[in-house]
């Protein structure tokens, strides 16, 4: 299994400013995806970021307001821009393998809340 | 349109009352179900994966089955410390990306 770093758990931000979000694997993964969670509800695939490729973005999910980076096999960024409140949620970082073992493992999550 | 449809939304068990999660799925190509646990504020946790029909698999109270259309997690003498909202998830290729589709989740609730 992977142990995946996330960070920051938390923030509270300005609505019209920006936020990065940073995923650490501890070990080489081929996928790596960005989820959002609304409070009760299931999560939403916002992206697909695979090393040395640009993010592919489900519908409804823009590069613009989701900047992704990966540069290397162990860590990605998700940037979240100009925040509005209803980009308040959980987001969720998630890495797989390829091959036999093809579970997914997540990170702790980031709680973001607008104002 | 590839779906997944958990039942049902919320469970209420008392401790040692057995009962079972449903997942039901349309999918083109499944590649894989995966169960998860989520505990409230956490990320989910890996349960089990099911590849093929008849497939089963077991961890502690928990028992994860497959058919070509649905799932079930069957919990066994549950205990207050497996209340959480359990996810299902199926990964269905889109083009060379093994995207995952989570469904809404049941949660758990067990009194002792």
């Known amino acids: 299994s992977a142990v995946i770093s996330q960070k920051p758990s938390r923030d509270i931000c300005q609505r019209g400013t920006s936020l990065t979000i940073q995923c650490q694997v501890d070990?080489?993964?081929?996928?790596m995806f960005w989820y959002r969670q609304q409070p009760g509800q299931s999560l939403t695939l916002i992206a697909t970021a695979n090393q040395g490729s640009e993010a592919t973005y489900e519908s409804g999910f823009v590069i613009d307001k989701f900047p992704i980076s990966r540069p290397n096999l162990t860590f990605s960024t998700l940037t979240v821009s100009n925040m509005s409140p209803e980009d308040s949620s959980i987001y969720l970082c998630?890495?797989?393998?390829?091959?036999?073992?093809?579970?997914?493992?997540f990170g702790q999550g980031t709680r973001l809340t607008v104002v | 349109e590839d779906q997944v449809t958990q039942s049902p939304e919320a469970l209420r068990l008392q401790e040692g009352e057995s009962s079972s999660l449903n997942c039901s799925y349309t999918?083109?190509?499944?590649?894989?179900l995966f169960w998860y646990r989520q505990d409230p504020g956490k990320g989910p946790e890996f349960l089990f994966t099911l590849y093929s029909a008849g497939e089963e698999k077991e961890k502690e109270r928990l028992k994860a089955t497959l058919t070509k259309k649905e799932s079930f997690l069957h919990i066994t003498a549950p205990k207050p410390e497996d209340s959480a909202t359990y996810l299902c998830a199926v990964q269905a290729p889109l083009l060379n990306t093994d995207k995952l589709i989570f469904g809404t989740g049941t949660r758990l609730q067990v009194f002792p």
């Open positions: 999918v083109s190509g499944l590649r894989g």
């Open positions: 998630s890495a797989q393998g390829t091959g036999e073992n093809t579970e997914a493992f």
């Open positions: 070990s080489q993964v081929t996928m």
